[in-house]
């Protein structure tokens, strides 16, 4: 049996780029690398195959009868690969509305909505991309997102969904156990519950309502998601982001002793990119969305309210 050898793939690659430019200027730029590591890549393969791919001059480097053989039979397997690739994500993705959305928006929002966007459009998935960072749709799969901010993405076009508006919010059982909170600085009775991406949650809210607590005391929670669970549980006191959370206040799961509806300044965008086309499941999914909170469509007309 012929032993399997283990290819060099990367170098493999940097030597097919350059055989068709016949340059390793113009194989950095295709690639976005430096002239150097391409020739680097190059050697590499040179000692694999034992052979000279290119001579090198001081200032050149010119394909070898071997290279220049072995370029015409690697180059088409490259593109080969390039294009059933390209064929599996379309495959893929075809049918999938690629979302940018944190975990909270997600957990609280936009999953017990979800199943009307499903019967509605079967045919469409969701894939949820839940990081928390810059949104950048360049260089991504993305296709929409979700996303808390002021309306400034770069290269983008958006539509608002509602503006953020907090309260303390808290468990009923934990309320009664602390003694009741009737007055914002009746909060220094409760522990604070923090998330470290709304880190100053507490200290904006003190500013609004012109109290003097202690930001920096109490629990610390990587997201939002669990620092509302905590609340929930009995932990103590969170600055609940009411959009979010009108549900689990609904059924009593967490309630708002002081009501106070304090504004951010921030609102929930869905955000598309400018830069490509907008595919028809992309549409149908911000229009769905905008349809969830009564704004009008931005894609297609209402035909009734089975059909947004």
Excluded at 17 to 22: G, I, L, M, N
Excluded at 110 to 121: C, G, H, I, Q, V
Excluded at 123 to 128: A, E, K, L
Excluded at 236 to 260: C, F, K, S, W
Aim: net charge neutral; charged share 25%; with cysteine.
């Amino acid at each position: 049996m012929q032993r399997r050898i283990s290819l060099p793939l990367n170098p493999l690659r940097s030597f097919a780029v350059a055989s068709r430019h016949k340059t390793f200027t113009a194989a950095a730029q295709e690639l976005g690398v430096s002239q150097v590591a391409i020739s680097r890549q190059i050697a590499i393969l040179e000692d694999f195959l034992d052979v000279s791919l290119f001579e090198r001059g001081v200032r050149s480097a010119k394909l070898t009868e071997v290279g220049r053989a072995f370029g015409l039979e690697i180059a088409g397997l490259f593109d080969d690969l390039e294009r059933a690739t390209q064929r599996m994500i379309s495959r893929e993705t075809e049918g999938t509305v690629n979302l940018r959305v944190h975990p909270t928006v997600a957990h609280h929002w936009l999953m017990p909505k979800l199943l009307d966007f499903t019967a509605r459009y079967p045919d469409i998935r969701v894939r949820f991309d839940t990081r928390v960072e810059p949104l950048d749709f360049r260089g991504t799969h993305l296709d929409v997102a979700l996303q808390l901010g002021s309306g400034d993405w770069r290269d983008t076009r958006s539509r608002k969904l509602w503006d953020e508006q907090v309260d303390v919010v808290c468990n009923q059982a934990y309320l009664d156990k602390i003694g009741g909170i009737s007055k914002p600085e009746d909060v220094t009775k409760g522990e604070l519950l923090h998330s470290r991406y709304r880190r100053r949650a507490w200290e904006f809210w003190a500013k609004a309502v012109g109290v003097d607590i202690d930001v920096n005391s109490g629990t610390d929670f990587e997201t939002s998601l669990l620092s509302f669970s905590a609340a929930e549980q009995g932990f103590g006191l969170a600055i609940g982001q009411l959009g979010l959370l009108d549900d689990i206040i609904a059924e009593g799961r967490l309630v708002r002793p002081l009501g106070m509806r304090i504004p951010t300044g921030a609102s929930f965008y869905i955000i598309w990119p400018s830069t490509v086309s907008v595919s028809v499941k992309t549409k149908r999914f911000v229009d769905w969305l905008l349809y969830q909170v009564g704004q009008p469509h931005q894609f297609f007309a209402a035909v009734s309210d089975a059909e947004p």
